[in-house]
């Protein structure tokens, strides 16, 4: 029996890229569908780490608050080091994240499945639930150029097969996401093909919970031994995975697929080689190992991320590289949270189809950044620690730097797209501190109406609109004043009203001080609700607040205009008296109502 | 139909006092039942203010996280006094809770329906429901004095009329909780009197949704007008509540009754009357009025708050008085936060009985505290304000200092209880900064296993345990880690083992810095986890955390014994070669196993 149905958005794939994608697109009301071949979700193993900036991206979807309680915090990172009286001994303990301006200075380790739950919980509230098992057995797209352009029209043609009701359907899709991991269907029938290649190194990885009186078994451990590196990441509850290096004897590799031979060597066999690398100190694990792999190290990316801006990959469809540095999951959410407010501007008219060309450009480059990261990351770590017997080896100043200075990428806070349609940095300068196309620096302002302090990322959601932050200057000051006055009449004809009301939030924040100013004091444009106007100031009890105009490196005086992309990144910033600049910007992808 | 059973606790009356009640114990596992004659829960108007001590408590519950993300939070008060122009005008604004110590520095306001389905929700998860409508018909306490002795014996006996079922149910209980509001059931039973009287004020309350160009009417404002005292609160949402003073001849009063005739006076006069006050602003509603009361506030305490220790009244069965001040649901909920963990170690025989009397030593002084605040701040509020014509009236210093003074006992900060069997001074001294009888200071350490920072109150969760603090001085110093060695041991056999490791939780504080220790350091006895350890320093970012023995005012190299009680409240305190005294603390009132 087959049936025929249509759909904005077809998303194959229910891992963390997917369900960025699918959570995004349903909590924005687009009409989307989701599908993934397993039966059941994942619920061990798998990816675990997510990172500083992906932590304020869930956030802004209101899934953060659940992540932080249900996971693991890791804090601080300790490196070991040969000691001379052999065995291992602690060489530096240092912050594990290395991101002044990280909002939560930390990462955060859970299973994927917890994960994956949190962002089910929260779709399975909106009405979405993933159909499963499921598999795409066809994916076609019409090669008709006004149909290809036209975001209204239904080019992709995909049939599904429902595995447990034995059923097929066909599908029309105004366009397909596919998410569906390293091993990618999507990926292969659009015949997209991974640039890059294996390398030497072999990791084993085990979950289990330990008894050891190895002292920092809480912390992210870098062990440098000369039984091989190991590396100890804390997850949730009592949980520890370690990962260890293993040599090419210890395993075979099948010389036809590349891959690990598992049948040759288990979890016992990596649990062995960790016991050795941890002494003098012991570690023995408590109950079952919860989940276990040996996998090669690959660093490949994909040649293109989308087919015609119609069908799209994302996440490990598109990149592959070593989980070690607890990237993997936070390259997949954070290219689909990319995309999603895209596809949701496209479908609901308010932008040109062009606007998905900026997925593939900002997506692919941080992609290549990653493997390269990956590449030198990857390097040292499994290199040989330096001794007295080999000089050559890796020395601990040397790692930790590296480790430090990747620190600002790996967190995920470092990420900086490039100029385009929208990334628009010709007014740069107004803003020293706050780079355009890096993410909006977190900081604490209060409300003017009641002085409650509050986090402005937390103002910025991810709900699809332009946040215009109007940093007013001085308003206790008359004549600034005046010209906030004659900005607000500008913003109101040539954005507001031309663009439409509904794709932009304004919020604006005075350096002026809440003893001085009332929120009734701005023009009513600026003021859609009383919380929408902030101060630059301390709160009641001096706990917060207070030097923002100083920490974005904005005049407190002349004030500025930040946009803000629906993604948290800033797209934009002008003096006040440039609208016509932040309406060209807009002009360049939006259409005027 | 008449049925009977049995039950260890019996509330009646499902308010805030009631609810609190039930909540801890069925989440301490006690066996209990609250009925309620209201066949739905309060869904509009109420009490509404729930101070920052109160937080603390709901936050030892694991409740305050949806209060704080459901309800408004009041940081600024404003002071409107006569305008010489006519008229009012702003005198000052100040912040609207003043205590320094307080973990959240605000109040929060919401409806009390809402409060109330925090605890229903969570009550629901433990399996328990409100039993309504149901009242109770009979109410009968044994008079043979070994029963009434005997903690496992059943002298009460109640009849309970199920109103929708028509059906009649004899119920033997342990013990009873009278929680049924000011016009108290339990409490006329028991021939228990309310001692004090009347007031001659009186107030009108609305609760709407202003349009207003008021610039304050997100803060707490206290305005004195010529035409009378008026205060607004801020509520969740946009919704606004207004106090507004009545006089005599505004309003009829029954002569009979003392209370107001309500339908001579309603809402639209009492919106009149507040619309005068605030000119030059205009206030007007948007909407309907959401709830409205007229009331003369009425001032006094029971004279007994439990007979023999069985049968216990509590909320506003046992004080009435003003709500402006916001105090009433703090006093109820916090009467039976005392009184849950007393009942729950009594009932699993870990105290003796004798243990219940200290919750009237300690909640009828806190209410007579609470008439007595109320008599100064009512007079003053309801009071003139002083104007050129009128020099004998309340003046803004003397209202603002009054305020400001009266901070630490209505912020619910200051509440301190004498000692007891359960407070025990001796050796107060030697923790300078946190008194004896109040809750324990709220203050960040970090963890020693992680580093990861916590707020010592979230460590100090209401789950009926005593918490046993050892700040364990400078643990780096091996002689002070001789002097925590020998401590461990003696507190294992001493405290731990005598009374029962149940009933108790330990955690270390070390003064050591993060790079200096490691947790597996201290004895084992200290650590039941490796969660227990921590250490009085920064974070990993220096956002937080370090000098906490000296805002607590210990001595960093010697340490100090804290005693926190299942309350929060700080029972005793010792130096570390007391602890035979912290046997005999516990020894008042704990049964040895």
Known sequence: MASESRVDVLIIGAGPAGLMCAHGL??????????????????AGQADGIQPRTIEVLQSYGLAERLLKEGNHIHMAAFYNPSPNGGIERTDRAPDVTAPTA?????????????????????REQGLEVDRPT?????????????????????????????????????????????????????????ITMDGEHTEYIWGVVDMIPKTNFPDIRNRCAIHSNNGSCMII??????????VQLSHKDVHVDPKTGRVDRTKCGPEQVM??????????????????HWWTIYIIGQRVASQFSIH????????????????????MNASMNDTHNLVWKLAHVLRGWADISLLKTYEFERRQYAQDLIDFDKTFSALFSGKPRTNDNQNGVSHEEFLKAFQTSGAFSSGIGI??????IVQNTYQTVVRNQTVGMRILPYVFIRAADARPYELQDLLPADTRFKILLFAGNTANPSQLDRVNILAENMEQKVLKKFGRDVFDVISISSAQKDKVNYTDLPEVLRSHWSKVLLDDVDMFQRTGGKGY????????????VIVRPDGYVGMVSPLEKIEDVEAYFAGFLTPI
């Open 103 to 123: 909002r939560y200075p930390f990462k955060v380790t859970l299973h994927q499945g917890a994960i994956e739950t949190i962002f089910l919980d929260s779709m």
């Open 416 to 421: 900086h797209y490039s100029p385009s349609m």
């Open 309 to 328: 801006e119609r069908v799209f990959i994302a996440g490990d469809a598109c990149h592959t590289h070593s989980p070690k540095a607890g990237q993997g």
């Open 26 to 43: 349903v909590k924005a009301g687009i009409n989307v569908r989701i599908v993934d071949q397993r039966s059941k979700q994942v619920l």
């Open 550 to 561: 100083a920490y974005y490196g904005i005049d407190s005086e002349q004030g500025v205009i």
């Open 135 to 191: 598999i795409p057995t066809l994916l076609e797209l019409s090669t008709d150029e006004s149909e290809l352009k036209d975001a209204n029209a239904y080019p992709v043609k995909v049939v599904l097969k429902h595995l447990e009701k034995d059923t097929t359907e066909t599908l029309r899709a105004k366009f397909v996401v596919g998410s569906d991991g390293a091993h990618s269907w999507v990926r292969k029938t659009l015949k």
């Open 272 to 289: 062995e080689v960790a016991k050795k690398s941890l002494k003098p100190y012991d570690i023995d694990k408590v109950g079952k190992i």
């Open 234 to 243: 804390p997850r949730e509850g009592d949980k520890v995975r370690l990962y």
